[in-house]
């Protein structure tokens, strides 16, 4: 069983920056896919960035690239999401997933299939 627990979520102003933190439990989170997805009521979950448990492999929405870096720390079983220059339409919540993925094309890894286990998400709001 893994649980997954994110932070750093909060209110910033356009251009601002923001480090999100999504902390995972149980051993065999490290060996998983972890994929930083966000989402605003009303519209679909959006894929914006994902590591690989090797942390060789890294993926990025065309929304979020170079804006963003994710990396992962194999020590605290933590994955982290750095965002830079934000702008209010990144304003949404932003949640965490970790999966076993057999299918590790960008489309699939982004697009939310295959992930077990989820974070309760963590609200990032970004006012112009």
């Known amino acids: 069983q893994v649980h997954l627990m994110e932070s750093g979520g909060g209110s910033v102003q356009a251009g601002g920056s923001l480090r999100l933190s999504c902390k995972a439990s149980?051993?065999?989170?490290?060996?998983?896919?972890m994929t930083w997805f966000r989402q605003v009521p009303g519209q679909e979950r959006e894929g914006v960035a994902a590591?690989?448990?090797?942390?060789?492999?890294?993926y990025y929405s065309d929304s979020a690239k170079g804006r963003v870096n994710i990396s992962r720390d194999k020590a605290t079983n933590t994955v982290y999401l750095q965002m830079t220059s934000l702008k209010p339409e990144d304003t949404a919540v932003y949640s965490c997933?970790?999966?076993?993925?057999?299918?590790?094309?960008?489309?699939?890894?982004?697009?939310?299939?295959?992930?077990?286990?989820w974070g309760q998400g963590t609200q990032v709001t970004v006012s112009s």
């Open positions: 997933a970790a999966g076993d993925l057999t299918n590790w094309s960008q489309s699939s890894v982004l697009g939310g299939d295959g992930y077990v286990y």
């Open positions: 149980g051993d065999s989170a490290s060996n998983m896919w």
């Open positions: 590591i690989s448990g090797g942390a060789t492999i890294t």
